[in-house]
């Protein structure tokens, strides 16, 4: 019987399901990950969302056979190493998408509309309306990096504010662009046109610090850019100085650790959260399902058409 460890908050159909099919589950989400992985230092598959996973816990673990993030993004895992002994890592792309892309339209419009700020005011007993004016989405230009299954859900949700939409994709097929009303073009134009820059690309040594002073310094006054992709694609610093000098509105979902204490973009970040894209019930449920139904083929029908860290 293969031993699965689900040491995260993971819906229970996980779970569920590879139980039914004869895998022993271990699912805690209350007990810290080395404790776990010392007590069961027999597990073969290992299923995780945010957990950083490095080379000591794989050590830790000498019957590992497969990683599964749940989830799309997967730079907590240590791939190389897995590769090194030998362990498949997978992800469940589009598992979380729509949760994502929900979230970067509110905020914003939130942004927008100064919900969080004014709802604060209003509690308080101030009556602060024209503190408060705001900007309206309809009809402005709408620029996306990445047009991955997040960036492509972002157009869509968006198409009934009758945006024009900016997107650069390398690897996106013009056909699919062509029916989602995305005119392809270059990052600098987006820059330099887009009233709102929503950013979808994986952090890696080619995308970190991607984002810097000079694409910045091409951005309208006022302009807005959302990040719920990865926090190291931005150069903080540069944002910094940009933003002080062009107002531009910074929404921000990531951290360089998914952890309380201070955040380096709090003085920077006009509206911030802790990294609640795919925190929604609909995107826990999609991601334990197809956790558990890509663990079930990869076992049992030798399917491996989601390995991120193929030899």
């Known amino acids: 019987m293969r ?22 589950v271990i699912l805690d989400a209350a007990t810290p990950l080395e404790d776990l992985v010392k007590a069961n230092a027999d597990t073969e598959v290992l299923i995780v969302r945010s957990e950083k996973i490095t080379s000591e816990i794989i050590d830790a673990l000498p019957q590992l056979k497969l990683i599964v993030r749940a989830g799309a993004g997967y730079n907590t895992i240590d791939i190389k190493y897995a590769r090194e002994r030998n362990v498949d890592v997978m992800n469940t ?17 939130a942004a927008c509309r100064h919900v969080v700020a004014a709802d604060i005011s209003t509690r308080a007993g101030e009556w602060e309306k024209s503190k408060f004016m705001g ?5 402005k230009t709408l620029g996306i990096i990445g047009l991955g299954h997040i960036g ?12 024009k939409a900016l997107g650069f994709d ?17 990052v ?3 820059f330099a046109e887009a009233d709102f820059i929503t950013l979808h690309i994986p952090e890696n040594d080619k995308t970190r610090g991607m984002f810097n002073r000079r ?10 850019l959302i990040n719920c992709a990865r926090s190291g694609i931005i150069n903080e610093d540069d944002l910094r100085a940009a933003k002080a000098e062009k107002k531009i509105v910074f929404c921000n979902d990531v951290y360089a650790k998914d952890a309380a204490g201070p955040k380096s973009v709090a003085d920077i970040a006009d509206l911030m959260l802790p990294h609640l894209g795919a925190n929604t019930v609909e995107a826990n449920l999609n991601a334990a399902r197809k956790s558990a139904e890509q663990t079930i083929a990869y076992f049992e029908q030798g399917n491996t058409d989601c390995v991120v860290n193929k030899a």
């Open 3 to 24: 031993k699965v460890l689900i040491p995260t908050k993971l819906d229970k159909f996980a779970a569920d399901m590879l139980s039914e099919r004869g895998y022993n």
């Open 93 to 109: 792309p589009g598992a979380n998408s729509n949760g994502v892309a929900e979230e970067v339209i509110a905020m914003i419009l």
């Open 135 to 139: 900007r309206e989405l309809t009809g």
């Open 152 to 163: 492509q859900l972002v157009v869509k949700r968006l198409s009934g504010f009758e945006i």
């Open 170 to 186: 390398p690897y996106l097929p013009a056909e699919v662009a062509e029916k989602l009303g995305v005119k392809m073009t270059t």
């Open 188 to 190: 600098e134009e987006i």
């Open 215 to 224: 694409l910045f310094d091409m951005m309208k006054p006022g302009a807005m």
